[in-house]
């Protein structure tokens, strides 16, 4: 879980539905949220249409915003500019008036690490039997709550004893309020050898392997995706496969990302071979799927498109094969946007009957200044069914704001798209995340900018493309 990440936990469902209930302010009631900043800021609230209805001027530090008669549909627009490393910076952030409610908008800042850890093990022990000193690799696996991100591992080699140490961090804890930590061995490219300990208690330190707890029977997985259209010239293709197994709680790994790419012209599928790692207690299956997809029609522009889907299982989720666009959301082939210093932005996409079921969109559209380093940057969460039709229209600014406004220029410019069938309160906040779901991502950016490489995305809520700007907690 990234810092930028304001996680509630796995909350019993009847706290779920009243936090829902809590957050869907009635046409006509007054929402209030928090403000965090360091330089003056604005609190703007608009109309489901986008047109202003009261703007409020805020001054440095910890202000609390109230705004009565909020119709249905609303929309509030927090900005503010400032001097960041040394340059000028554009803040806006835009979220619907129900999820804005009673939380607090702040200003980040660019963030490096993984965050806090819940706790750590030193780990010493046996290789599995048969191993090769200074080849074979252990691999420390995390098991996570559903929604905390993917496969986290390290990994160290056996010494020519045929034992190995490492400290194992783990973060989140199950049911019970036991962690847990598989244990994967690998020869190359395949696993020899697994361990899966479901009974780490929170007083816990140090964990001693014996060569007999090692498993050496993993199970053979094959997986595949189709796709369309066919890869064009600078075009290429990757695919991810994760699969966990359920258990207390958790998202136990029954492997590492297995990945494969191609960059072949006229390709139209990718296939790759693992091994899974078996796992008792499991009370379901879970396999997570990433394709990500570039396309670079010229030297000075790509769009890089990624679809995510988890799904549960009853069984073990060997031997998948996916079509995109039919079994998942189809990948976005067509991706740009536009604005001018008196109109808002407009994000334009192919849309897909696909995106029928959408709940979310969240778009992020960013512009910097390769001499001055200036950046402007506004983010949108929307819930409009509107907004999933192919056009994301950002909201009006009052006159005075319009400068915040980015505006594209030759070069410099980056947005980010992610559509979701999963509710903005879990998309956000972490509150419920479903065991089976779909997301389409795209990023688009000048190839020849420095410094605005579109990166894949973790499923779940997106930090701003700059690393820094308005967040919503």
Request: negative net charge; contains cysteine.
């Given at each position: 879980?990234?810092?930028r ?7 019993p469902?009847a ?8 957050s869907?302010p009635?046409?006509g009631?007054?929402i209030?949220f ?9 609190a703007?609230l608009?109309n489901?249409?986008g047109?202003v209805?009261t ?12 705004f009565a008669d909020?119709?249905d549909g609303?929309?509030v627009?927090?900005?503010?500019s400032?001097?960041h490393?040394g340059?000028?910076a554009?803040?806006?952030?835009t979220?619907?008036?129900?999820l804005v409610n009673g ?6 800042y660019?963030?490096?690490?993984r ?15 048969g191993s090769?000193?200074?080849?074979t690799?252990?691999?420390?696996v995390?098991?996570k ?7 986290t591992s390290s990994?160290?080699?056996c010494?020519?004893s045929n034992?190995f140490?490492l ?8 049911s019970?309020g036991?962690a847990?930590?598989t244990f994967l061995?690998?020869?190359g ?7 899966h300990?479901q009974?780490?208690?929170p007083t816990?330190?140090?964990l001693t392997v014996?060569p007999?707890?090692?498993?050496t029977t993993p199970?053979?997985?094959?997986s595949?995706v189709?796709f369309?259209?066919a890869l ?7 695919t991810n496969?994760?699969?966990f197994a359920?258990?207390d709680?958790l998202?136990?790994?029954?492997a590492?990302?297995?990945s494969t790419s191609t960059?072949?012209?006229g390709?139209?599928?990718l296939?790759?071979?693992?091994e ?5 207690g499991?009370t ?5 799927f ?5 396309n670079?029609p ?15 299982t009853n ?5 998948q ?8 959301w189809p990948?976005?082939q067509?991706f740009?946007w536009?604005?001018s210093?008196t ?11 696909g995106f029928t ?5 969240y778009?992020?559209?960013?512009t ?13 969460v ?8 192919g056009t ?9 704001l319009?400068?915040?406004i ?5 070069s410099?410019?980056?947005?980010h ?9 879990a ?5 419920l ?6 997301e389409v991502?795209?990023d688009t950016?000048?190839a020849?900018t420095a410094?605005l490489t579109?990166?894949p995305?973790t499923?779940g809520?997106?930090g ?7 967040w919503?907690?």
């Open positions: 879980m990234n810092a990440r304001f996680t509630l936990g796995l909350l469902l706290a779920i539905l009243l936090l829902a209930a809590c869907q009635q046409s009631s007054t209030t928090s403000m965090q900043h360091d330089s003056d800021a604005y703007v608009q489901a249409d047109s209805i703007t409020q001027t805020l001054a440095p530090g910890t202000t609390t915003v109230s909020v119709p609303a929309l627009t927090a900005a503010l400032e001097t490393s340059a000028p554009k803040y806006a952030f979220a619907p008036a129900s939380h607090t908008i702040y200003v980040i660019p963030y490096s690490g965050g806090q850890t819940s706790g750590q093990v030193a780990v010493s022990g046996a290789c599995p039997p090769t000193p200074s080849s690799r252990i691999y420390s995390v098991s709550r559903l929604g905390s991100g993917g496969v990994y160290v080699l010494d020519a034992n140490s400290t194992a961090d783990y973060y989140d804890s199950g019970s036991k847990q930590l061995a690998e020869d490219s395949t696993m020899s050898a697994y361990l300990v009974t780490i208690s816990q330190t140090t014996a007999t707890d090692w498993q199970t053979s997985d094959s595949s189709t369309s259209p064009a010239t600078n075009g290429a293709a990757e496969w994760q699969k359920l258990v709680g998202r136990e790994p029954l590492l990302s297995h960059s072949t012209v390709a139209t599928s296939s790759l071979n693992a899974l790692a078996p796992v008792t499991a379901s299956f879970l396999s997570s990433i394709f990500h997809r570039t670079c010229s030297s000075s522009s790509c769009i890089q498109s990624w679809v995510y889907q988890d799904a549960s069984t073990l989720p060997a031997n094969s996916l079509t995109i666009g039919t079994d998942t990948s976005l067509d740009s536009k604005a210093a109109t808002s932005p407009v994000v334009t996409y192919a849309s897909s009957p079921n959408a709940k979310l969109v778009a992020d559209v960013l910097t200044d390769s001499t001055t380093g200036a950046t402007a940057e506004w983010e949108l929307s819930e409009s069914s509107a907004d999933m039709s994301v229209t950002f909201p009006q600014l009052p006159a005075n319009q400068s915040l980015p505006v594209p220029a030759a410099g410019n980056e947005a798209l992610a559509i979701t069938d999963v509710s903005p309160d998309w956000w906040f972490n509150a995340w479903p065991n089976t779901y779909n991502d795209a950016t000048a020849t410094g579109a990166g995305r499923p809520a997106h701003p493309i700059g690393g820094s700007g308005l919503l907690r």
